[in-house]
């Protein structure tokens, strides 16, 4: 390259001596010479170009402008990836500005609100999706993202919720509620818990080709049948039905396709002159009927919904259907949404754990308290060491929860009695836990873990309603909601929490909660996940 642009400067300068200039460094085109005469003919010394002129300056200028010229030409061109959409003289290689220009996405104000009833206002750009929108929302209220914070629709006069899928965009949900309707901020533990244990969502009586097959589909098996648009899955069984326009219920054999909701008009019945169109999965969205048997006189605290998504306070066009318990409920929801979005679904619970695997350095810590990540540990040595004999840790766990921490009394200084006294301490410090809610009632909490999900270990604590002194674990395991009761007692003149009738006791609610994330104990399984509120 160096040559050449050396070469191109020598006849550059060739050229200037031979050249008349004028002395603003342009040709003079009276002398230039004619097609017939010789270019390089003597010149008389007069008409030399004298060394003071900037003969050189100009060849630089030259010099500058062939290169500029050398490099636009030298770059490929931009070959069309569309030329069958050229007309025939057109050329298949995009020239400059027919690009189309991007133009920037249009900014929106979103409400959104959390548990406790506080809101914040979030502009956001108009393809923005549920995922990012619930990210921003941790980052600003400094939450731990454990990817289980989700966008719920909320529709109070209408008794609806649902959560929001993770690609949705928000501006364009929006843009289907009513005044009424908001969107709000919240945990559920249970969004892509089907992808790990699909056994428990979907039971075999309720899915048509596990009775074809007498039940020897494998659980891999189970989910592909979903998510392969090629196969054809079927969910079916007795729902309570509510008849458009009326107040009234009615007991139909439905099935569940992708081709949509259907029941059947004679008894069970599949065949396609029994079958009647419930509703389509493609234009609508499925719900959880909130105080069904208040709003609905539903049969059953299990109700959800079909609402297309043109529908926004009407009710008369709302497909209302009632199950007999949770685990035939959860069944149906999640295999409309399987039936509905797919291999979708798949990537969307996909996508945070390549994240992981790809910025493990940088993605925020997750504090998990599961079994996974909690190991039984011996510290009676020099140093401490994994006890890996289940046995072994069973009864190290049951000799430190005989003698757990037994505290001695705080003396300052002086030798006087520390401000924070043990046993006052104890009775307080739990207050600043997430997992302690405080004076709720039973109905409250039953609530609070069905919004965040029916995964076995999902966790509360709060204070008990009969006795003042006494605190309640609510914990849910097998998609049913359990109370134990955590009572006082006294030893050696200090104050213990026990849930075992004094078997095993703790000096604090804090070390009960660490001991049973660790140990199942007398519970039905570990403490794995607590309830949390975020304030906004």
């Not at 959800?304 to 998504?309: D, E, G, L």
Request: proline share 6%; charged share 20%; glycine share 4%.
């Amino acid at each position: 390259m160096n040559s050449s642009f050396e070469s191109l400067y020598s006849v550059c300068g060739m050229q200037s001596e031979t050249t008349p200039l004028l002395q603003n460094g342009q040709l003079n085109r009276s002398q230039l010479p004619t097609s017939g005469t010789s270019p390089l003919q003597p010149m008389s010394p007069r008409q030399k170009v004298q060394r003071s002129q900037p003969v050189r300056i100009m060849a630089v200028r030259r010099l500058q402008e062939e290169e500029q010229q050398f490099r636009t030409s030298s770059l490929p061109a931009i070959p069309n990836p569309f030329p069958e959409l050229c007309s025939p003289t057109s050329s298949p290689v995009l020239a400059p500005g027919s690009l189309p220009q991007s133009q920037p996405a249009s900014k929106h104000d979103v409400k959104v609100f959390s548990e406790d009833g506080t809101s914040k206002v979030i502009e956001i750009l108009a393809d923005m999706t549920a995922r990012d929108l619930c990210q921003l929302l941790v980052y600003k209220s400094h939450c731990v993202d454990d990817n289980s914070w989700t966008l719920v629709e909320h529709h109070p006069h209408l008794g609806l919720e649902r959560c929001l899928e993770d690609h949705e965009l928000v501006v364009q949900v929006e843009s289907t509620m009513g005044s009424e309707s908001k969107f709000l901020f919240r945990k559920n533990y249970a969004k892509y818990e089907f992808f790990k244990n699909p056994v428990n969502f979907f039971p075999e009586q309720m899915v048509a080709w596990c009775q074809q097959s007498n039940g020897s589909i494998p659980q891999s098996q189970l989910l592909q049948n979903f998510l392969n648009s090629s196969s054809c899955p079927e969910i079916q069984g007795f729902l309570h039905v509510k008849e458009l326009g009326r107040k009234s219920w009615k007991k139909l054999y439905v099935c569940l396709r992708r081709s949509g909701l259907y029941c059947s008009t004679k008894g069970t019945s599949k065949e396609p002159r029994h079958l009647q169109l419930l509703a389509d999965l493609e234009d609508s969205n499925i719900f959880s009927l909130i105080a069904g048997k208040k709003l609905y006189n539903a049969p059953a605290d299990y109700g959800f919904c079909v609402k297309p998504n043109r529908v926004r306070n009407e009710t008369k066009e709302l497909r209302l259907l009632c199950a007999e318990d949770e685990q035939s409920r959860t069944c149906w929801m999640t295999a409309f949404r399987l039936l509905k979005y797919g291999m979708l679904l798949y990537q969307n619970y996909r996508i945070p754990q390549q994240r992981k695997t790809v910025l493990p350095h940088f993605s925020t810590p997750v504090r998990s308290v599961s079994e996974n990540s909690l190991v039984a540990m011996d510290f009676s040595g020099q140093i401490g060491r994994v006890i890996e004999n289940p046995a072994e840790a069973q009864s190290a766990a049951l000799e430190e929860g005989h003698a757990w921490r037994k505290r001695s009394t705080r003396m300052n200084i002086l030798g006087s009695q520390s401000p924070l006294h043990p046993s006052t301490l104890s009775t307080v410090i739990h207050r600043t836990q997430h997992w302690f809610h405080g004076r709720i009632s039973r109905e409250e909490s039953h609530r609070i873990i069905k919004q965040q999900g029916l995964v076995d270990g999902l966790f509360l604590l709060r204070d008990s309603q009969s006795n003042p002194k006494a605190f309640v674990l609510t914990l849910c395991h097998h998609q049913k909601i359990k109370h134990f009761q955590i009572l006082p007692c006294e030893d050696d003149g200090q104050m213990f929490f026990s849930l075992d009738d004094g078997n095993t006791k703790f000096s604090d609610l804090i070390q009960l909660v660490e001991f049973y994330q660790l140990n199942k104990g007398v519970l039905p399984c570990k403490l794995k996940h607590h309830c949390i509120r975020v304030a906004l």
